[in-house]
């Protein structure tokens, strides 16, 4: 099975409104084109946040910081593989010291993988569990532990999708793990509310990225209909 890879944000903010935040944003520059797949990190920056750019693919992240930085904002860029939990930790370190703070943890790293349940290996099952679950998990932690350290309150967005909601055919395992992180937030949110981190999920449908590209052709080798043919749909 092949994994169509997304990316992740971490956002630093210092204020309890968007204006001159710090935000930390893994999975920055993929899961969601180069500029459609930054659009979070693009917006945060026009809001007043100063913005660590993640991800595992650094092809287009130091043109997303140059473009947070045109108004003035700070940014700055890491690699980072959520698979791997020390690289989180050092992530978040990185943008807590590099962007004067961090306030808001967007979690957007993940992969989707396209295939029938019949044809589902372990090995499909072990490599999302370890990114889209994992991977989720791990930047909650780190955050939580950054923002109590900070001693302030934080705020963790982890993206799931509405495959979150409805199973949908082909991504059997790619849904469940998206209504995990549902899950996962939910009592995230219940455990850390008294140390005032709140935690909220966000299940965006289709965006036009790198990774929606490569389901369709996925899906268009699946079901045979054309690429354009659905495109046409």
């Given at each position: 099975?092949?994994a169509?890879?997304?990316?992740d944000v971490?956002?630093?903010?210092?204020?309890k409104?968007?204006?001159?935040?710090?935000?930390?944003?893994?999975?920055?520059?993929?899961r969601?084109?180069?500029r459609e797949?930054a659009?979070?990190?693009?917006?945060?920056?026009?809001?007043?946040?100063?913005?660590?750019?993640?991800?595992i693919?650094t092809?287009?992240?130091?043109d997303?910081?140059?473009e947070?930085?045109?108004p003035g904002r700070?940014?700055?860029?890491?690699?980072t593989?959520?698979?791997d939990?020390?690289?989180?930790y050092?992530?978040v370190e990185?943008?807590?010291?590099?962007v004067?703070?961090?306030?808001?943890?967007?979690n957007?790293?993940?992969?989707?993988?396209?295939?029938?349940?019949?044809?589902v290996?372990?090995?499909?099952?072990?490599?999302?569990?370890?990114?889209?679950?994992?991977?989720?998990?791990?930047?909650?932690?780190?955050?939580a532990?950054?923002?109590?350290?900070?001693?302030?309150k934080?705020?963790i967005?982890?993206v799931?999708s509405?495959?979150?909601h409805?199973?949908?055919?082909?991504?059997?395992v790619?849904?469940?793990?998206t209504?995990a992180?549902?899950?996962l937030?939910?009592?995230a949110?219940?455990?850390?509310?008294?140390?005032?981190?709140?935690?909220?999920?966000d299940?965006?449908?289709i965006?036009?990225?790198?990774?929606?590209v490569?389901?369709?052709?996925?899906?268009s080798?699946?079901?045979g209909p054309?690429?354009d043919?659905?495109y046409?749909?």
């Amino acid at each position: 099975m092949e994994a169509c890879h997304q990316s992740d944000v971490f956002v630093s903010l210092k204020q309890k409104e968007l204006k001159n935040e710090n935000q930390w944003k893994s999975g920055a520059c993929d899961r969601c084109g180069a500029r459609e797949r930054a659009w979070h990190c693009l917006a945060y920056g026009k809001g007043g946040g100063d913005i660590a750019v993640v991800d595992i693919n650094t092809d287009t992240t130091g043109d997303v910081a140059a473009e947070i930085e045109e108004p003035g904002r700070k940014a700055t860029t890491f690699r980072t593989d959520v698979s791997d939990r020390a690289e989180v930790y050092a992530a978040v370190e990185h943008a807590e010291k590099t962007v004067g703070g961090l306030d808001i943890m967007v979690n957007n790293a993940g992969i989707a993988q396209v295939d029938p349940i019949a044809d589902v290996t372990p090995e499909d099952v072990k490599l999302i569990l370890k990114i889209n679950i994992q991977g989720g998990l791990r930047g909650i932690q780190a955050a939580a532990a950054k923002f109590k350290s900070l001693g302030h309150k934080g705020k963790i967005i982890n993206v799931s999708s509405i495959a979150g909601h409805d199973g949908y055919e082909t991504q059997g395992v790619c849904s469940a793990t998206t209504f995990a992180v549902r899950a996962l937030t939910q009592a995230a949110a219940r455990e850390y509310a008294s140390d005032g981190v709140s935690v909220n999920a966000d299940c965006p449908g289709i965006v036009g990225t790198d990774m929606w590209v490569g389901i369709d052709r996925q899906f268009s080798e699946l079901t045979g209909p054309h690429i354009d043919e659905i495109y046409g749909k």
